[in-house]
């Protein structure tokens, strides 16, 4: 039997949502397309329009933007999908490097809302596939778990790993909290690094704490704190806390997601961090590790015809 001849990957366009930055430009250029920013109008009362105005027909139209602060991009997002089918696109994908509404995995209170299922029911209904950076995954075991399209989640743990190699000489890996593990593993394995994670107690969005589960002192190793998401910065700023008091240098701070609030990061220099560096999956000033380059592949997979 002959091998079976790959799906061709119809002509690809990239559409830029709001607050988008350079990824829809970098994407594009790695996919070898046209990329277009999505017009968005804002009415005075609070109601959007949105446009396409690059060609869409016969194409799959890629929508590119992180989905940080999700409540402003994800109904323009919605529209411009719905509308892209609506003028003959063969399909719709989303590259959203940081993808919103997933640390809501289960409910925590009698009446509050899954908001990461209802999220992915929405997404869903709009698009054919879904390309993301390390999704926070704690109770669901994948994105297939909630996503009945096609889905990609790229791991960063690689690119983390090669900046470590470049920049500490011998790092010793701390995650924050139990969730941390998973990345926490991962980059120590690529790096041939000890590690640990310390134990998290939340009794607010700004009132955090963490201890050590076990001595974490190794001569000659600087600590590294990992991290998916920093938003309020107060686990980090705990745990860089909780690493001073155990007699270690100022640790370099490293997150994926890069969600901090006004000050956070600047909390965490001011708590003894020695230097704090993100993925470029939100756009921060800390910006140092490279991952967008990663996503063009598996655009490319997921665009190929079911």
Request: aromatic share 4%.
């Amino acid at each position: 039997m002959s091998p079976k001849t790959p799906e061709a990957v119809p002509p690809l366009v990239v559409l830029g949502l709001p607050g988008a930055g350079t990824l829809p430009a970098r994407l594009a250029a790695q996919l070898r397309c046209e990329w277009s920013e999505l017009a968005l109008h804002r009415f005075p009362d609070g109601e959007c329009l949105v446009r396409i105005d690059a060609q869409v027909e016969g194409r799959c139209v890629v929508f590119a933007g992180s989905l940080d602060q999700p409540d402003g991009k994800t109904l323009p997002l919605v529209f411009a999908a719905d509308a892209a089918r609506e003028l003959g696109a063969a399909r719709t994908g989303l590259v959203a490097p940081y993808l919103a509404y997933m640390r809501q995995d289960h409910r925590f209170r009698p009446g509050e809302a899954v908001t990461s299922r209802t999220f992915a029911r929405l997404l869903c209904g709009a698009l054919d596939f879904l390309v993301t950076v390390d999704p926070h995954l704690h109770r669901w075991h994948s994105l297939d778990d909630i996503y009945a399209i096609r889905t990609r989640a790229v791991a960063a743990a690689p690119a983390i790993a090669d900046w470590l190699r470049r920049n500490v000489a011998a790092p010793l890996l701390v995650g924050p909290d139990e969730e941390s593990g998973q990345w926490v593993a991962e980059v120590a394995r690529l790096t041939a690094a000890p590690w640990t994670v310390m134990v998290k107690q939340r009794h607010g969005d700004h009132d955090v704490a963490v201890r050590m589960t076990q001595d974490a002192s190794r001569a000659g190793r600087t600590p590294v704190l990992l991290d998916d998401i920093a938003s309020t910065g107060r686990t980090l700023v705990a745990a860089v806390q909780a690493l001073k008091e155990a007699g270690q240098a100022g640790p370099v701070c490293i997150v994926v997601h890069a969600l901090f609030a006004p000050q956070a990061h600047r909390q965490l220099l001011d708590a003894g961090a020695s230097r704090v560096v993100s993925c470029d999956t939100v756009a921060h000033p800390t910006n140092a590790i490279q991952v967008l380059p990663l996503l063009a592949p598996a655009v490319l997979e997921l665009a190929r015809a079911p």
